[in-house]
């Protein structure tokens, strides 16, 4: 062991937690912003023969803050229902600050728009299950892994195609 001194280039991040060389990105916070249940044909909904309909819509955002963080969003909304009523209908925006490290230029949105909800998916898959259970409904609602990337890809697709296009979609 000998006692020399780091390199000069060593940057230590705050709070003596070194920062991993190469890109990536460090959770700060993660938060529920907005979260809504309901159920408004209970006890009726309850007792549902068959399999209702489930309509997933998925949306994210990221956003930059003066302090250089960044602030994803995962929306995420599900509704259920059969030819005869709502089942339910849950609506979750649940959040994250992000500190990203190494990441180029071009890279940042993708590392935000994938990446990032990447992470934040399996505890907003949770708050949804918990909150469909706790709503009457068992099993609860567990929503099916999503491809942030493929997402993403559409996305892009579809701004490249133009206005236009987009209109007809």
Wanted: proline share 11%; charged share 20%.
């Amino acid at each position: 062991m000998t006692d020399a001194a780091p390199p000069a280039d060593a940057n230590p991040a705050p709070n003596g937690v070194e920062t991993p060389p190469g890109p990536g990105f460090r959770i700060l916070a993660q938060f529920v912003r907005d979260l809504s249940f309901e159920n408004p044909k209970a006890p009726d909904s309850l007792r549902v023969e068959g399999k209702p309909a489930i309509d997933l819509g998925v949306e994210m955002n990221a956003q930059g803050r003066k302090d250089g963080l960044f602030e994803v969003e995962l929306r995420l909304t599900v509704k259920a229902t059969t030819d005869a009523l709502t089942v339910f209908n849950v609506e979750l925006v649940y959040g994250g600050l992000f500190a990203l490290h190494g990441v180029a230029e071009p890279d940042i949105e993708p590392m935000l728009l994938i990446e990032c909800p990447r992470y934040l998916f399996p505890f907003a898959r949770e708050i949804i299950a918990r909150a469909t259970s706790d709503g009457g409904f068992y099993p609860p609602f567990m929503l099916d892994p999503i491809d942030f990337a493929g997402i993403y890809l559409s996305r892009q697709q579809q701004i490249a195609r133009g206005p236009a296009e987009m209109a007809q979609a």
